[in-house]
């Protein structure tokens, strides 16, 4: 086996969390053709009993300890630099000199990045060939937070999005390959990175259809005679926080007017405080970390992704779909997702459609949502794959 050198931001395991699903297949799939030389970071005290499940598929590692308060302190230096917030976030001395170290024993001839703030210690080895997973294009994130922030955070967001779309270009232009989530994610890069477009591709997350299955008889966390909406994700991303408050706004006092019995549970880790207050609302049910989501979707009357600010593809969205839950998006959460609406899952463009697609399919026959769900399930299981779906790693890494 050839060596090759992983570099990823965050720890990818477990391999069922939400913004580590896509880390820990990509690692899985190279351990089986490399011999993976991996340096990361670990930024919760819980993920360090994860590290010997990710040691025993590389040759070697190297976890670097990271405390997120203090990096964001840290991180404001860049703007004495004229440098990307996201680049001193991730500035890790010992980590580095750990790739220098690696890179000179083991002679690597092959990187791959996963994210753009670890394209930093790369250039240690400018001579191999490079690939980098941007997943999504992280400037326009900013720049859409920017847009829905006021004075003076705004600025801030406005700023890092500017720095950190120089950096993305500079990367695509030194490496060899670029890939991205979507199809759609990687024609905004192009857009934004024209000079790189010959280089830039994309390939899809997949779903463990085998563990996302709605069969596998999982116990129903809800009171009896309960419905429950759901949704799921990592509480303490602004994305995924606004969605919620937003859907507690303007879209759950309609479906309570309707269905008197109806609660909302927002099911994920470490929700910030704003998500801690939603639940004083009448209805509204905020778990905090769960030790399994599968139940609490398997059990929900409906799923709701109802982001208003998005990048990639959304896992939340595929799981449902796996586990035949009807699901009702917005179009920001639906981008990049191959799926018909109004067959295999409903879209829903503002507060007032959003409450009605739901209302409809609660107040439809069983069998019109179910059959949503199947179809659903059916979709991923097509085209979903991540066998397929890593396919072309290989085949970036190995191109001469």
Known sequence: ??????????????????????????????ARHYRVHLATFVDDQDDWQ????????????????????????????????NRSLSLEYYRD?????????TVAAQGIERVLVFSSAMAQYADACRGARRVVDFCDVDSDKWRQYAEQKSFPMNLLYRYEAKQLL?????????????????????????????????????FSNGVDTDYFTPDAGHANPYAAGERALV????MDYWPNVDAVQWFCDEVFPLLRQRFADLNFYIVGSRPAPAVQALAQRPGVRVTGTVPDVRPYIAHAAVAVAPLRIARGIQNKVL??????????V????????????????????????????????????????????????AKVQRRYSWASNLACIGENLECS
């Open 1 to 30: 086996m050839e060596d090759l050198l992983l570099l990823i931001h965050r720890i990818p395991y477990p391999p069922n969390k939400g913004d580590k699903i896509r880390s820990y297949h990509l690692l899985k799939h190279l």
């Open 50 to 81: 994860y590290v010997p499940h990710v040691e025993a598929l590389c040759a070697s590692s190297h976890f670097a300890p990271m405390n997120p308060l203090l990096a964001r302190v840290k991180s404001l230096s860049a703007l004495l630099k």
């Open 93 to 101: 001395a010992g980590l580095a000199r750990w790739v220098q170290d």
């Open 166 to 202: 120089r950096y993305e270009r500079q990367v695509a232009r030194d490496y060899d390959a670029s890939l991205f989530v979507s199809a759609p994610e990687a024609e905004l890069f192009r857009r934004l990175a024209p000079e790189s477009s010959a280089k830039i591709g994309h």
């Open 231 to 234: 949704f799921t994700g990592a």
């Open 319 to 328: 799981e449902a779909m796996a586990m035949a839950t009807p699901v009702v």
């Open 330 to 377: 917005s179009p920001q959460a639906l981008e990049g997702i191959d799926a018909e609406p109004g067959s295999e899952l409903v879209l829903a463009e503002d507060a007032a459609a959003f409450a009605d697609a739901v209302g409809a399919l609660l107040a439809g026959q069983d069998s019109a949502a179910a059959a949503i769900g199947q179809a659903a399930r």
